[in-house]
């Protein structure tokens, strides 16, 4: 884990201190610095379309050791650029030393003054992976690597999002879900479990739904003050078809609060994903991922419904005169619980870990988190803050 660890540092300091396309050179030298002196002056953003690449080895405990490359594009529109934030698009692909193949892309834009928000998020598994069963008891046992859990998994997804500005702070619009999973050599004991059985080897689910948001952060992609929150509501089947009925609720809550001086924030998270009525086994909700309990294997815990909680300090070092660094740090602590209804969760999964962050873009970090989870670890690459 040390040698994966300092190496994943070395490449992505070698990689993120190149400059992105787009961004202005530093000073040479003997030149005069005409950047702010003081951290509560920030540089202002005129809006250039920019774009870093990014490739460096990681590890996670689904796929294991893995080679990561991506991209980071991040832009502005309006005649204002200074009353908008950057929308960002970033892509990953990843390729792991037990022939997985992990493909994800995320927009976040926003159009017309703020008050349009297109967001949409693409992801595209084909991997060997584990089947533990449903609930907190199932994922304890038996362990991973067992003949009993793994099967390979073909998995897609497609989900947009489209918010209008309706008051200050507020906004609401439709969403759609498209997902498929195909399960293939799959073990006697998944094959023998009720939820497998139930719904079979292959679903593809169609979704539509609502989503209303408070959002008052100065910077979505990395706030260092605001509050977020947002309720999604998504019906799967009906008019769009699909395999299965059933509904999903999602609850998320976050605040930021700065700590004394810009680049310094506690920040903190409440997020619950409520399934209702009879939820295929690929579409339960799960515990262990890049964006939540970072640590545990994706799918090891998984039921109807999840809760969780997380707390996170943020810091970006300071440089001479106190202007801000392009490096800094996190460390956050927290846990998990799920249970077939939300009136009845079981068991707790606790969580912790440190993180490095590298800016490279305006408020936009390259991030390497390691996180430690009940006898389970992960080192997790990718763009922009776990939430």
């Known amino acids: 884990m040390r040698r994966t660890t300092t190496a994943l540092g070395c490449v992505l300091a070698a990689l993120l201190t190149v400059p992105a396309a787009g961004q202005n050179p530093k000073p040479s030298a ?38 990561a490359g991506g991209v980071l594009m991040s832009w502005k529109v309006g005649a204002n650029p200074l009353r908008v934030q950057r929308s960002t698009l970033s892509s990953t692909l990843s390729l792991s ?19 349009l928000r297109i967001n949409v998020d693409f992801s595209l598994k084909d991997m060997d992976d584990n089947y533990w069963g ?36 507020l906004l609401v619009g439709p969403t759609l879900e498209l997902n498929h999973t195909i399960a293939t050599g799959v073990s006697q004991e998944m094959a023998a479990d009720p939820a497998y059985q139930q719904y079979g080897p292959e679903n593809f689910n169609a979704g539509l739904g609502v989503v209303l948001q408070y959002d008052s952060r100065d910077v979505a992609a990395n706030a260092w003050r605001g509050t977020y929150a947002a309720i999604t509501a998504t019906r799967y089947g009906g008019v769009l078809g699909g395999d299965n009925a059933y509904s999903t609720i999602l609850l998320d809550y976050r605040q ?12 903190w998270q409440v997020k619950s994903r409520l399934g209702l009525h009879g939820v295929p086994w690929p579409e339960l909700s799960m515990l262990g991922t890049g ?3 970072r640590g545990y294997v994706e799918g090891r815990f998984r039921d109807r419904s999840t809760l969780l909680g997380l707390v996170e300090y943020r810091e970006m070092f300071t440089r001479s005169k106190g202007r801000l660094s392009r490096h800094g740090f ?19 999964l606790p969580n912790g870990g440190v993180g490095y962050r590298l800016e490279i873009q305006p408020r936009a970090n390259g991030r390497v988190d390691i996180g ?5 670890y992960g080192i997790y690459f990718n763009f922009n803050e776990a939430f």
């Open 134 to 169: 449903v609930g907190y008891q199932a994922g304890l046992s038996p362990t991973k690597g067992d003949a009993t859990t793994k099967y390979h998994r073909q998995w897609i997804k497609f989900n947009p999002r489209v918010v209008f500005a309706v008051a200050p702070h």
């Open 291 to 293: 964006y939540d309990l």
């Open 30 to 67: 003997g030149s005069a610095d005409t950047s702010p002196v003081s951290v509560f002056q920030p540089v202002p953003d005129s809006g250039k379309f920019k774009i870093t690449p990014i490739l460096a080895p990681a590890y996670n405990p689904e796929m294991q050791y893995l080679i």
């Open 372 to 376: 430690v989870g009940e006898r389970s």
């Open 97 to 115: 030393s037990i022939g997985a193949v992990n493909v994800s892309m995320s927009l976040s834009s926003f159009w017309n003054e703020d008050r």
């Open 330 to 348: 996190v460390v956050w602590a927290g846990g998990g619980t799920l249970g077939p209804e939300p009136s009845r969760f079981h068991g707790f």
């Open 256 to 267: 930021y609060h700065p700590l004394g001086r810009p680049g310094r924030t506690l920040t």
